[in-house]
T-cell receptor, first 113, second 114 residues
Framework: QKEVEQDPGPLSVPEGAIVSLNCTYSNSAFQYFMWYRQYSRKGPELLMY????GNKEDGRFTAQVDKSSKYISLFIRDSQPSDSATYLCASDTTEDGNNRLAFGKGNQVVVIP | NAGVTQTPKFRVLKTGQSMTLLCAQD?????MYWYRQDPGMGLRLIHY???????AKGEVPDGYNVSRLKKQNFLLGLESAAPSQTSVYFCASSYQVSGANVLTFGAGSRLTVL
């Protein structure tokens, strides 16, 4: 079992809709939770991160973490065609004192004009 | 500020050939990583380094070697390429932001092994 599970199924939504993406994780020690965005044929880039449980908002993007259920969510309000990308969730894990991120498989999102 | 630069961007190899992917970062980051990304598999960590002169195995290290002789460079080597190593390879370096380990990725290197 991967430490971070993300259903990789593609998601198509009309412009202006709310996009909802979810991940689950297994390691109770995870403290930081990130979302990376990856445009086609580009490297991933950090979208936002949260620490522990709670919500974090950045413009049209909201990240939520529920540590009691080990659930990570990303919401995109008023979605735009420019939001079309693959979104990867990630959590940090420490082994032997070294920080290494555990990534989900990513969700491809297509926003249709 | 170039960030993380990967060379080459594209390469085609025949089975059994060897090659080296070069990653360079100009942000003075201590940690560097090599990932591979395959359809339906997500990002998988091959090897990583926590500082100059150090390397460690990740999730899928077999068939790859790495070296970190200089802080700014992280090399990924394939000694005898196999078709299963056809993939997109991403290098990343990281820094800490309020305790969070934030990765900066390169643009990727597309490798095809025939």
């Amino acid at each position: 079992q991967k430490e971070v599970e993300q259903d990789p199924g593609p998601l198509s939504v009309p412009e202006g809709a709310i996009v909802s993406l979810n991940c689950t994780y297994s390691n109770s020690a995870f403290q930081y939770f990130m979302w990376y965005r990856q445009y086609s044929r580009k490297g991933p880039e950090l979208l936002m991160y949260t620490y522990s449980s709670g919500n974090k908002e950045d413009g049209r993007f909201t990240a939520q973490v529920d540590k009691s259920s080990k659930y990570i969510s990303l919401f995109i309000r008023d979605s735009q065609p420019s939001d079309s990308a693959t979104y990867l969730c990630a959590s940090d894990t420490t082994e032997d004192g070294n920080n290494r991120l555990a990534f989900g498989k990513g969700n491809q999102v297509v926003v249709i004009p | 500020n170039a960030g993380v630069t990967q060379t080459p961007k594209f390469r085609v190899l025949k089975t059994g050939q060897s090659m080296t992917l070069l990653c360079a970062q100009d942000m003075n980051h201590e940690y560097m990583y090599w990932y591979r990304q395959d359809p339906g598999m997500g990002l998988r960590l091959i090897h990583y380094s926590v500082g100059e002169g150090t390397t460690a195995k990740g999730e899928v290290p077999d068939g790859y070697n790495v070296s970190r002789l200089k802080k700014q460079n992280f090399l990924l080597g394939l000694e005898s390429a196999a078709p299963s190593q056809t993939s997109v390879y991403f290098c990343a370096s990281s820094y800490q932001v309020s305790g969070a380990n934030v990765l900066t990725f390169g643009a990727g290197s597309r490798l095809t092994v025939l």
